[in-house]
Antibody
Framework: EVQLVESGGGLVKPGGSLRLSCAAS????????MNWVRQAPGGGLEWVGL??????????VYAAPVKGRFTISRDDSRNTLYLQMNSLETGDTAVYYC??????????WGQGTMVTVSS | QSALTQPPSASGSPGQSVSISCTGT?????????VSWYQQHPGKAPKLLIY???KRPSGVPDRFSGFKSGNTASLTVSGLQADDEADYYC????????????FGTGTTVTVL
């Protein structure tokens, strides 16, 4: 069974850093385009960024609001996806989901992990 | 580039049909056949319902159907059931690397 389990969320002060993890099972991360999508409390969904599969050299693409602050990476030996978040702002408060991507669509979603940026 | 526009709410009685619109621009919905729809129950992760405008993943009932005309896509839920009460979001590929995907504003469906 394909499964994604996020972890690493929590409370952090503005300007701080946090690293989220997404452990994958039932498939090989390195063969798959993987995305992070977030959802602010009571709000809608927002695409954060993606990492392409190894065939496409693991290239990363980021949404403008997080470019330069967030970094997506992958540990193939652990079949785990990461989201390193630096210079966090209150507007980054959200549930963060890791999601597999088919062509132009988001197939499998993790359960999400909550990140709260507050002083 | 704003979120795709959806009506905030929609409702119907059990057995009836409800349709939700998703309006974008020629740079997203109108420019690509990569429109998807997701269902989200409270406190849960979204679930894929429709992809490539009209296609259903295995396991999704044929009560859910998608359509697109110009810059507007739509999701129809036929034969409404109590479990269909949820939030629904559309999304579209944009080709813009600053915002590769855009989501809709979300629609809350109530089963009366």
């Amino acid at each position: 069974e394909v499964q994604l389990v996020e972890s690493g969320g929590g409370l952090v002060k503005p300007g701080g850093s946090l690293r989220l993890s997404c452990a994958a099972s039932g498939f090989t991360l390195s063969n798959t385009y993987m995305n992070w999508v977030r959802q602010a409390p009571g709000g809608g969904l927002e695409w954060v960024g993606l990492i392409k599969n190894n065939a496409d050299r693991g290239t990363t693409v980021y949404a403008a609001p997080v470019k330069g602050r967030f970094t997506i990476s992958r540990d193939d030996s652990r079949n785990t996806l990461y989201l390193q978040m630096n210079s966090l702002e209150t507007g980054d408060t959200a549930v963060y989901y890791c999601v597999t991507e088919g062509v132009g669509t988001f197939n499998i979603w993790g359960q999400g992990t909550m990140v709260t940026v507050s002083s | 580039q704003s979120a795709l526009t959806q009506p905030p709410s929609a409702s119907g009685s059990p057995g009836q049909s409800v349709s939700i619109s998703c309006t974008g621009t020629s740079s997203d919905v109108g420019g690509y056949n990569y429109v998807s729809w997701y269902q989200q129950h409270p406190g849960k992760a979204p679930k894929l319902l429709i992809y490539d405008v009209t296609k259903r993943p295995s396991g999704v009932p044929d009560r859910f159907s998608g359509f697109k005309s110009g810059n507007t896509a739509s999701l129809t839920v036929s034969g409404l059931q109590a479990d269909d009460e949820a939030d629904y979001y559309c999304s579209s590929y944009t080709g813009n690397t600053n915002r590769l995907y855009v989501f809709g504003t979300g629609t809350t469906v109530t089963v009366l």
